[in-house]
């Protein structure tokens, strides 16, 4: 989401297309975003010709932009605007969440995805594929002119990774080690199940996990991979 602060943004038909009401915009806005009163005010007084709200207003559901979108014009709130970008959805939400990580868009292109932990950064070049691209040459009115393509490349789909992962026995695992580390007054605790007779992992467990989806992380190191421990 995107708030247009300068004065100087042409409207339509006389209506103003940047903010003209901060304290208002803030009030209304900040509870809808989960983003605190005062923070989201500080954002719209900046000396800037637009702004963003950061991790508030980034990876917004489709609903939450409708409310949004609803609630501006039921208090005529101007200067909101969106973005498209491309995102993941992790269905099962806290699920092996170490070994698959998640992913994040990418500073210079709102349209990539970069993995950032686990399988998703590991494997992130056979996961995005690679873009077609398209060169050719224009008129003055800036029409392609017949026959005017001079080098075409092909977008290739990204590949699809699958796990030995049992999901199954998986959620299991998170489940009952969750259980135990509770029951135990753990801080940390972590699992892995391997198939004997061919060495293939088919659950890996970490405690506490998180939901890729939200990104609350207490820990950024997948225990299993990085701390030593005897066996």
């Known amino acids: 989401m995107i708030a247009v602060l300068s004065d100087a943004r042409p409207g339509y038909e006389g209506e103003p297309a940047y903010v003209v009401d901060k304290e208002k915009t803030a009030q209304i806005l900040a509870p809808l975003l989960d983003m605190p009163e005062e923070e989201m005010l500080a954002t719209l007084n900046k000396d800037a010709y637009q702004v963003e709200f950061g991790y508030y207003g980034s990876n917004i559901t489709s609903t939450l932009k409708n409310q949004i979108q609803t609630v501006a014009k039921e208090n005529k709130l101007s200067g909101l605007e969106f973005e498209e970008q491309s995102s993941r959805f992790y269905r099962f939400g806290d699920f092996a969440s170490y070994i698959v990580g998640y992913t994040k868009v990418s500073d210079r292109d709102k349209?990539?995805?970069?993995?950032?932990?686990?399988?998703?950064?590991?494997?992130?070049?056979?996961?995005?594929?690679?873009?077609?691209?398209t060169t050719y040459q224009i008129d003055a009115n800036g029409?392609?002119?017949?026959?005017?393509?001079?080098?075409?490349?092909?977008?290739?789909?990204?590949?699809?990774?699958?796990?030995?992962?049992?999901?199954?026995?998986?959620?299991?695992?998170?489940?009952?080690?969750?259980?135990?580390?509770?029951?135990?007054?753990?801080k940390q605790a972590w699992g892995v199940l391997m198939e004997a007779k061919t060495g293939r992992i088919i659950a890996a467990s970490n405690y506490p996990s998180f939901d890729p989806n939200t990104l609350e992380i207490e820990n950024y190191v997948d225990r299993i991979l990085n701390y030593p421990y005897e066996i």
């Open 111 to 133: 349209h990539l995805l970069i993995g950032e932990m686990g399988i998703e950064a590991s494997k992130n070049k056979l996961l995005n594929g690679i873009n077609g691209v």
């Open 143 to 186: 029409y392609v002119i017949p026959h005017g393509i001079l080098k075409q490349t092909q977008a290739k789909d990204g590949d699809d990774i699958y796990l030995t992962i049992d999901s199954e026995l998986q959620q299991d695992m998170d489940i009952q080690l969750a259980k135990a580390a509770s029951e135990a007054e753990a």
